[in-house]
């Protein structure tokens, strides 16, 4: 479904050079419900924005559902990010001038679908997060957990094969963090696969595979996770001990 | 895709009210001056004579010492006229000047009105193109074997005759009988191109009659007489005889080898002149001693445009320009403040063009009812100069042109304000404004 | 204490909003300098005076087309008309009306010898008898006026005698006094017995419009259109169209009397074409520094909302409420002068191409320089609101993660 091999993000000024993502190597399969950790600097972010299409890297390569997707231009990732991805954002990202029903629409008007066909997928996505009765409402008129669904199902309309969290309930209350994870883990039912970016450890085993990026490339814990979970968090504080000290020079 | 831009611009103006004015109010003031400048120089520079303007053409001469004036005169002497008329080598020709006339006519209730007339030739009307209601121009021979025959124009008709055909009646013009040959329909070419000497912007005559009569009956010239030496004109035969200039020359040209013919003619002319002791600046050689002017040239070499209009538009463009600067700001001060929505967009699928394609939109609209605006401005602006400055109607009326000019300067200039703004918009890294707000 | 070296590095770093302004303050310093030179310039002219008592003085047109009119009998019956008139002050014929836009224009020479003899510049010819000089309202400073019996009706009599306007006489006579002297015209002699302290002539925009002489020629003799001359007091002008062209059809109906005009009018109408570019031009003005003012306004105020987290930590890290109005202040005052200089520049080119292209006199330095002090006042009461509500963004803001 989506692989990495050898990706490597640099980002350069006039004085240092940053690398992102180093070598950096994922494979996630179909249906895989994936959790991304680390220490923030780490490169979570810069692997999401690649896995999304937002960025280009400096090397490597990069298949998305069997298809390179590497050099593609401006044109085209949009398309394969309005076709096959789907986001969900820490701060949800709902723009505040359109209402639920607007909201959720973007993303299959770029699409090019006609009015019926996106008023049924609206509904439709709007029905599966149980916000189908709010539809007028303005995204300032919810609470987060509410925005935030909205957000999924706003992901959701375009029916993509794959969804992208970014801290889908790091500014969500518990209770509505789970609900929202528990939504999450039903779309993963369906057949969609999920990569989620989250600081949460508890978020985290609930997912069927964790990963954790340190320094930019990829520790894969999955085995350790049982095992001891201690060392993990040592580890990831070492990681960002050294990761502060390192943006100071 | 278009109308969904539409919506979302409409919404985005909507959403910051006062930002959207003041962009409005920026573009439409610089339109609307800018559109009254150019309706005013556009009316002004109108050349009436359409695709006949390269076949219409006066000529004028050389014929000052050395030492006088600078430049071609306008006018030309009656000798020269005369001679003129006789070269027979030319189809139509006209020679004119305007002069003013008490008219009467049977009617006793109707007092007598001074009316400016013009003195010409039978071929005027040809050369001009003047459309007759009724009956026609006075015989050629006329031309030739002066009589007392006139024509006149409708609106005198209508004063004189309540608008019924009157050729054949007469009238009289200080206090002489005239017959009426021919009336002319609604004739009033703006500028006044046949002779823009005495006001570019004033009416068309509404009387016509033959010009040889002018040697019998010594019509006064309303118009200017213009001399290089010292001539005492004590008689009207001492203005015929003299060096002054005073009278305008037209013909109608077909093609080129007509204007070389009368070229060669010209040079002959003046050459044979020297003899007699006129054209005394030998600076000038025959061939440069004559002018042979279109109307384009014409009109250009009697200032009919003023030099402060010319200043003015050249002004009121940069003033666009400030408002588009000023615009250009604004637009990238709302555009920037969406970069975080346009993330969102980019993340979900929008593509560059996409984004590009939405905010044009939006400045398109802004232009337009920018324009819209401004064309009102300018309408008022141009109602304020024909109520204030007396300036006719003819160059303060909005041309129509300006209906297809002022939405094009409108979305241009909001588009090329726009441009960089919705550039820098469109390549801003979605990534960027995702995170976290 | 300014701090200019930070505010000047930070504004290098934000290239387009600084660039947008300085290209607007080029572009309207250019602008606001040659139309304010070209409306003051207008105004001056406009602000001539003609030398007549202007609120006073009628004119009008007689057109005798009956042929049995002896022209010049009727002219000197048509003046004891006029003269006879309750409320006329004074009357005579003239050629030509000043300020009218038409006219007559002539030159004398020094001598008999048309190719030794030396042309005073054109002036205006103004044809009048005795009576004129008092209609007109105009004052002699040297010499006298026309004797009634001076007064000649044909262009070719003997006997000319004339009076000149000063600056006539000072340009081509300088210091010396003119009067006594003898001009020609062909073979025809004229003596200058009078000097006029001013009296413009017909056309506002000749370089010789204050260059005039009056000549002892009652002109109304052997040509049937006429223009008279009528001093009244301002209050009786309106009525006189009325009463004239009663009195003067009365005496003989084949003619037409017309083209009433006072000579207030005649100067409106004749300045026209300068009013409206003052005005226009006034208005280019206003409404540019408006609407820079209003863009600049826009665009500080949004550069505070970028700002208002700096702006609060700033404030607390202890700067002052004044500190804060200080740096918009500076930062603004820097791109305005560095627009100003090279808008001043643009401004003095432009000057240089309205010159060379039209008939526009230099552009003084003195214009830009106002111009650009005109932006700095602007500008000052554009960016003073917005930067006193930015110094009221509290401290706490700096602390808030918006």
Redesign the interface.
Known sequence: MLSMKNISKVFKTDLVETHALRDFNLEVEEGEFVAVTGPSGSGKTTFLNIAGLLEGFTSGEFSLDGVNVSNLNDNLSAKVRNEKIGFIFQGFNLIPDLNLAENVEVPLRYRGFNRAERQRRVESALEQVGLAARMKHLPTQLSGGQQQRVAIARALAGEPRFLLADEPTGNLDSLMARQVMELLENINQTGTTIIMVTHDAELARRAQRNIQIVDGQVCDFSMYQKADQSLVSDLTQAAGLQKAASSDC | MFLYYCDLAWRSIKKTPMLSMLMVLAISIGIGITITTLNVYKTMSYNPAGERSDNINSIQLWSQGLDTWDDFQSNITYTDVINLRNNNELGLKAATFRTGLAMQSDDPNIDPILESVRVTDSDFFSIFDVPFLYGNAWDKTVDSQPAYQVVIGEKLNQTFFDGQNSVGKTIYLNRKPYQIVGVIKEWNPQPKYYDPLNGAFNDAEEIFIPFLLAEQEEFDVWGNTSGWKFEPMLTYQDRLNSEKTWLQFWTFLENEDQKSQLESWLSRYVEQQRNFGRFTDTAKTPAESFQISNIELWLENNDVVPEDNKVLVGLSVLFLSVCLVNILGLLLTKFLKRAPEVGVRRAIGASRAQIFSQYMVEVGIIGFIGGIVGLLWAWGALSMLHAEFNMKESVTGLDASMWIITPLIAISTAIIAGIYPAWVVCRTKPSVYLKAQ | MLHIKPILSSLMRSK??PV??L??II??V??VA??SF?IHERLTMMQRESGLIEEQILSF?V?N???AIDNVQQNVIDQQILRGLPNVIAASSTNMMPLSGSGWMDRY?DGPD?DTAESTPGFALYLGNEHLLETMGAKLVEGRNFRPEEINT???QNGMVAMVSQPLATAFWGDESPIGKTMY??K?TIEIIGVIDKLQGAWVNHSNFEYSVIQNIDFGGG???KTYIVRALPEHIPALEETIVKAFLAENP???V?GFSSLIDMKK?TY??H???A???S??VI??LL??A??LT??VM?NI?RRTKQIGTRRALGAKKRDIVNYFMVENYLICIAGGIIGGLLSLQLGQQ?MS????PMLPISYPIAAIVGLLVVTTLAVIVPAMKAAKISPAMATRSV
């Open positions: 387009s909003g947008l302004l290209l607007q572009l309207s250019a602008i040659n139309a070209i047109n057109y087309f009956d042929p020479v048309q044909q262009l070719d015209q062909g025809q040509f049937k259109n084949n003619r037409v017309d109408e026209n074409n009013r409206l570019m005005t226009l031009l208005m280019m409404l540019l609407i820079t209003l863009g826009g665009m949004f909302q309205l292209l039209y008939s526009l």
